[in-house]
């Protein structure tokens, strides 16, 4: 069974720093993109980051290059999102998702039809 588990949301003050993690377990983890993505209250789902099959390039939505960094930790089956210099704007709950059609993780960060497989979510909530 296909899992994808997020971690490390939280409650934090501008300009701190929050690291989420994603957990990921049934599939054969360096075969399939993992993506980002943040949804905000009414507002629609929008791509953050993802790391494309093999971990071969990474790409992130232009508005968070230089805050956000998206890595890998094969031996763990995670990847993690480094958020540094929140801002209130960034309140939204956090999802990891995995595509399995490998064709979702491109500059587009934003292809969430193409993504297979959702966790649940964590919230992460940026105070001024």
């Known amino acids: 069974e296909v899992q994808l588990v997020e971690s490390g949301g939280g409650l934090v003050q501008a300009g701190g720093s929050l690291r989420l993690s994603c957990a990921a377990s049934?599939?054969?983890?360096?075969?399939?993109?993992i993506g980002w993505f943040r949804q905000a209250p009414g507002k629609e789902r929008e791509g953050v980051s993802c790391?494309?099959?093999?971990?071969?390039?990474?790409y992130y939505a232009d508005s968070l290059k230089g805050r956000f960094t998206i890595s890998s930790d094969n031996a763990k089956n995670t990847i993690y999102l480094e958020m540094n210099d929140l801002k209130p704007g960034d309140t939204a709950v956090y999802y990891c998702?995995?595509?399995?059609?490998?064709?979702?993780?491109?500059?587009?960060?934003?292809?969430?039809?193409?993504?297979?497989?959702w966790g649940q979510g964590t919230q992460v909530t940026v105070s001024s």
């Open positions: 790391v494309s099959s093999r971990r071969r390039n990474t």
């Open positions: 998702a995995a595509d399995f059609s490998l064709v979702g993780c491109s500059a587009d960060v934003n292809r969430i039809a193409d993504y297979d497989y």
């Open positions: 049934g599939f054969t983890f360096d075969d399939y993109a």
